[in-house]
Antibody
Framework: EVQLVQSGGGWVQPGGSLRLSCAAS????????MHWVRQATGKGLEWVSS???????YYPGSVKGRFTVSRENAKNSLYLQMNSLRAGDTAVYYC???????????????WGQGTMVTVSS | SSEMTQDPAVSVALGQTVTITCQGD??????ATWYQRKPGQAPLLVIY???NRPSGIPDRFSGSTSGNTASLTITGAQAEDEADYYC???????????FGGGTKLTVL
C-alpha cells in the first residue's frame, strides 16, 4: 500500500526546536519530490517546504532560515527540522508526495496523516 | 502577484449546483488543482489540470480555468460534499507552491 506515515510533533516552547518525520512505503521514495504543508486552526493550508529528488530545497519566506527539509532515501524518509519556533507555527503538519503531469502540472496525490505541533509557553 | 484568492464561504441547497472560484495571476501560466478537506482528515485531491478527476472522485465534480480564474463546480451537491475546498498552483517563479485561502462549502 502506498502511504506516508508521520511521527514527531508535540508541544514545544517558543524558541525551541522540533523534528518531524515522514516514512514512505509502497513506492520508490527517491523518485519523487516531497513537500510539507501545514494548517493552523481556523486558517487555510500553507506550503512549508519542498525537496526535490536531487535534494534541492525551497521554502516560503515565513519559515526560511528557521526550517530545514531533508530526505534520507536509503530509509525512505522525509524530515522537517524546525528551529526558533513561534506561536504562529502552531499547526497540523502534513507531508505530501508530488507527482507531475502534462505541461507544468503537479499534484499532491498522497498525504501523511498529519501531526500536531503546538508552540506555547 | 503571488496570491490566490477564494471566497471564504459558499452555500448550496442539497442537489443544486455550486461553483467555487479561485483567482490568481499564476493561473494564467500554471494549472490549478483542487483539494477537499474535511475536519480531522488530510486533504483529498478532487480535480487537477483542465478537468481531471482522480479515481474515486464522483463525476459531479468538475473544473475549468479561464484567464486568471479557476473554477470548481459541483453539479448536484450532496451532504457529504460539505467541506473546505482549496485551490493550489505555483507562483510566478514556478517553484513556490501556492494555496488559496480556502472556501467553506455548506450544503443546506
Amino acid at each position: 500500500e502506498v502511504q506516508l506515515v508521520q511521527s514527531g510533533g508535540g508541544w514545544v516552547q517558543p524558541g525551541g526546536s522540533l523534528r518531524l518525520s515522514c516514512a514512505a512505503s509502497g513506492f520508490i521514495f527517491s523518485y519523487y519530490d516531497m513537500h510539507w504543508v501545514r494548517q493552523a486552526t481556523g486558517k487555510g493550508l500553507e506550503w512549508v517546504s519542498s525537496i526535490g529528488t536531487a535534494g534541492d530545497t525551497y521554502y516560503p519566506g515565513s519559515v526560511k532560515g528557521r526550517f530545514t527539509v531533508s530526505r534520507e532515501n536509503a530509509k525512505n524518509s522525509l524530515y522537517l527540522q524546525m528551529n526558533s519556533l513561534r506561536a504562529g507555527d502552531t499547526a497540523v503538519y502534513y507531508c505530501a508526495r508530488e507527482i507531475h503531469y502534462g505541461s507544468g502540472g503537479y499534484i499532491f496525490d498522497i498525504w501523511g496523516q498529519g501531526t500536531m505541533v503546538t508552540v506555547s509557553s | 502577484s503571488s496570491e490566490m484568492t477564494q471566497d471564504p464561504a459558499v452555500s448550496v441547497a442539497l442537489g443544486q449546483t455550486v461553483t467555487i472560484t479561485c483567482q490568481g495571476d499564476s493561473l494564467r501560466s500554471y494549472p490549478a488543482t483542487w483539494y477537499q478537506r474535511k475536519p480531522g482528515q488530510a486533504p483529498l485531491l478532487v480535480i487537477y489540470g483542465r478537468n481531471n478527476r482522480p479515481s474515486g472522485i464522483p463525476d459531479r465534480f468538475s473544473g475549468s480555468t479561464s484567464g486568471n480564474t479557476a473554477s470548481l463546480t459541483i453539479t448536484g451537491a450532496q451532504a457529504e460534499d460539505e467541506a473546505d475546498y482549496y485551490c493550489n498552483s505555483r507562483d510566478s517563479s514556478g517553484i513556490h507552491v501556492l494555496f488559496g485561502g480556502g472556501t467553506k462549502l455548506t450544503v443546506l
